[in-house]
């Protein structure tokens, strides 16, 4: 068993808890999410990140074929920077933001975040981290919340402005488990 606790655990877009401890096994099934408002004594054995702890960054273009890709996101607004284009606009619309970085790389991952985050201003990190990780989830019928059971590696968004919700030119983003 592992436990790691952060400021803010993105759970769902609806379910963001502060001050969490994630409890997984050995294959990286959650058996444990709880606050540490909720307890009399500070968890044991915990590891302590600064940041957001969410589930793993999903990429559709690793799942499924190219030809797929567009019938799937048929409901969403899509960017895939799996092939980078410069001073990219993403704009804010009436559907969910799905961003797709072709890649389990953290390194490219990061890269291509750090080109991107002035296009990403206008966004919440919430609605940032559901792009990279809750609705990619749902749209390929993986369990999209962070919850109990739900085996997943964690990613830590570090460098983020709390306060304001928002990127900064420093966020990265980094596995845990």
Same mark, same amino acid.
């Given at each position: ?16 808890? =502060? ?12 058996? $444990?999410?709880? $606050? ?17 702890? *969410? ?9 499924? $074929? ?41 390194? =490219?991952?990061?890269?291509?975040? $750090?080109?991107?985050?002035? *296009?990403? *201003? ?30 997943? =590696?964690? *990613? ?8 304001? =919700? ?12």
């Amino acid at each position: 068993m592992i436990r790691i606790g952060s400021q803010l655990t993105f759970c769902s877009p609806q379910n963001i808890i =502060k001050r969490t401890v994630v409890e997984q096994d050995e294959q990286n099934r959650v058996t $444990s999410i709880f $606050s540490l408002d909720d307890i009399n004594v500070e968890s044991e054995q915990t590891v302590f990140y600064d940041g957001i702890l *969410s589930a793993e960054i999903i990429s559709i273009k690793q799942h499924t $074929s190219t030809k797929d890709i567009e019938s799937l996101v048929a409901n969403y607004n899509y960017f895939d920077f799996s092939e980078l284009i410069p001073d990219c606009k993403i704009a804010q619309t009436d559907k969910q933001l799905v961003l797709d970085f072709g890649t389990n790389s953290f390194d =490219k991952t990061n890269r291509i975040l $750090s080109q991107i985050i002035p *296009s990403l *201003s206008t966004f919440s990190i919430f609605e940032i981290i559901a792009a990279c990780t809750y609705y990619p989830a749902s749209i390929l019928g993986i369990k999209p919340e962070l919850t109990e059971n739900r085996c997943t =590696k964690l *990613s830590l968004w570090e460098n983020v402005d709390l306060i304001n =919700k928002c990127l900064t030119p420093g966020t990265k983003i980094r596995q845990i488990s």
